[in-house]
């Protein structure tokens, strides 16, 4: 498959993938890819796509170019899926490569004096992250107190160093553990437990006043 052709699945939503794959745990599904099946790669694009563009965008703060980023997420991971070690874990491996892209591009922004860093509008998805704002089942008065902490949230995340933002961003709205959080920036235990820790009273002193 060429990276054009990767392109062009990576933009057809729905696109037909054998029932029995949906079934299949990520090793499983890469273990098929390996083996000849074309439409397990598919299955991967399906089950990350969403998932790593929230994660992008909520880094870079760049809709348009997270898209990019991850649809080059999704080409390395075609180049390079058979040197990925299947005693680990799927997830991990290409929340790593994402998180590498994004820090480039936060790199690179900031060699550059023209590029101004956007301000952050994030679109999270309330079955995607662990902190949840919203209920159907709410009163109105109720849902416009979440959406607003949801506000609040989102304004004092952006406010964060970029090294904290991310860590926080894994943790508390990614939901990943820490081990994989050490995995994905290639930092050890402690640092990603230290970056935490400070990105959370961080996160609560910039909040605070808000919440008063």
Same mark, same amino acid.
């Given at each position: 498959m060429t990276d054009v052709a990767i392109k062009r699945a990576i933009s057809l939503p729905g696109a037909a993938v054998r029932e029995r794959l949906r079934t299949l745990d990520d090793s499983a599904v890469v273990t !098929?890819?390996?083996?000849?099946?074309? &439409? =397990?790669?598919? #299955?991967l694009v399906e089950r990350y796509?969403? &998932?790593?563009?929230?994660?992008? @965008? &909520?880094t870079i703060g760049d809709r348009e170019k997270a898209e990019d980023l991850v649809q080059e997420v999704f080409i390395r991971v075609h180049r390079h899926l058979h040197r990925f070690d299947r005693s680990k874990k799927f /997830?991990?491996?290409? @929340?790593?490569? =994402?998180s590498n892209l994004a820090k480039n591009e936060l790199r690179n922004r900031s060699r550059n004096p023209l590029v101004l860093f956007q301000t952050i509008k994030k679109n999270w998805q309330d079955e995607e992250r662990p902190l949840q704002f919203e209920d159907s089942n709410s009163r109105p008065d109720d849902m416009y107190r979440k959406r607003h902490l949801r506000e609040l949230v989102e304004e004092s995340v952006e406010r964060l160093p970029e090294h904290h933002k991310q860590v926080f961003i894994l943790r508390e709205? #990614?939901?990943? /553990? @820490? #081990?994989?959080?050490? #995995?994905?920036?290639s930092c050890n235990l402690g640092t990603v437990? /230290? &970056?935490l820790n400070r990105a959370r009273n961080s996160f609560a002193e910039i909040? =605070?006043? !808000?919440?008063e």
């Open positions: !098929a890819f390996l083996g000849g099946e074309e &439409r =397990a790669f598919q #299955e796509q969403t &998932r790593l563009l929230n994660f992008v @965008y &909520r /997830s991990t491996w290409i @929340y790593t490569i =994402a709205l #990614e939901g990943k /553990s @820490y #081990e994989e959080i050490a #995995e994905i920036t437990k /230290s &970056r909040i =605070a006043p !808000a919440l």
